[in-house]
């Protein structure tokens, strides 16, 4: 069964912006498992999420994860 869990914790917030560190736990329905942090950016316009960019620190490891996690 495939798990995932992604934990937030603010790191700046304005008015119209915001940047949150996620912790990213997963694990694949093969097993494989996966732990890292993204930094995500958030822009807000009326209210409503308008662009969204996440920045993973080890874009290696996730490239391999998903490549396991799918071919199987």
Do not use: H, I
């Amino acid at each position: 069964e495939t798990e995932r869990r992604m934990d937030p914790r603010v790191v700046a917030a304005g008015e119209d912006e915001g940047v949150v560190l996620w912790r990213q736990r997963g694990v694949s329905p093969s097993g494989e498992q996966f732990d890292g942090e993204v930094l995500g950016l958030y822009q807000l316009r009326d209210g409503k999420l308008a662009r969204a960019q996440m920045f993973y620190f080890d874009t290696v490891a996730v490239a391999n994860f998903l490549k396991m996690a799918t071919s199987r």
